[in-house]
């Protein structure tokens, strides 16, 4: 089980740059894929991006390929999304999740979230 908080959102010009944090807290945190997922003003959730347990293997939804990148640090249990030439699309909440899945049409969502921050690209 871990707890996780989001923090690093905020209001970001079309092209600029944004890093989010994920703190979590749980003693098997090291165990599991760690991912990111946003929602949109009346969108579905959608997956963003998953990072294997050391760190070494990474995953993209296509949209945000080349643009942004996932990365982890287990010693200090933080998981970060580093955003970069932001669009106004990429507007959203944005969550920390545990314990991804891969199914059989991509990543799955795992059982832990955190609060989400907000991302808003203005154009």
């Known amino acids: 089980q871990v707890q996780l908080v989001e923090s690093g959102g905020g209001l970001v010009q079309a092209g600029g740059s944004l890093r989010l944090s994920c703190a979590a807290a749980g003693r098997t945190f090291s165990t599991y894929v760690m991912g990111w997922f946003r929602q949109a003003p009346g969108k579905e959730r959608e997956f963003v991006a998953a990072?294997?347990?050391?760190?070494?293997?990474?995953s993209y939804v296509d949209s945000v390929k080349g643009r942004f990148t996932i990365s982890r640090d287990n010693a200090k249990k933080m998981v970060y999304l580093q955003m970069s030439s932001l669009k106004p699309e990429d507007t959203a909440v944005y969550y920390c999740?545990?314990?991804?899945?891969?199914?059989?049409?991509?990543?799955?969502?795992?059982?832990?979230w955190g609060q989400g921050t907000q991302v808003t690209v203005s154009s």
């Open positions: 990072i294997g347990w050391s760190g070494g293997s990474t």
């Open positions: 999740n545990a314990d991804l899945k891969r199914g059989a049409s991509g990543w799955y969502q795992g059982d832990y």
